[in-house]
């Protein structure tokens, strides 16, 4: 995404938090999305989400990451 988006673009979606070895769904530890983006984007802003379906329950999350 960083190779993707120009400095000051935003990057935000939906996570799904949390380790899911027998995906799908497929999640991420929070620490592993941070690596990932951190180096190449600030995060900005973030949401709980309400109304998930069951599987997603408690552990998704609305980002939203300025490329820096």
């Keep these: 995404m960083a190779a993707l988006l120009k400095p000051g673009a935003v990057l935000t979606g939906f996570f799904f938090l949390g380790s899911t ?12 999305l941070e690596a990932l983006l951190t180096p190449h984007f600030e995060l900005v802003d973030e949401h709980a989400v309400e109304h998930s379906i069951a599987v997603f329950a408690e552990r998704e999350r609305w980002f939203t990451w300025r490329r820096v």
């Design 21 to 32: 070895p027998k995906g799908p769904p497929f999640g991420i530890e929070r620490n592993e």
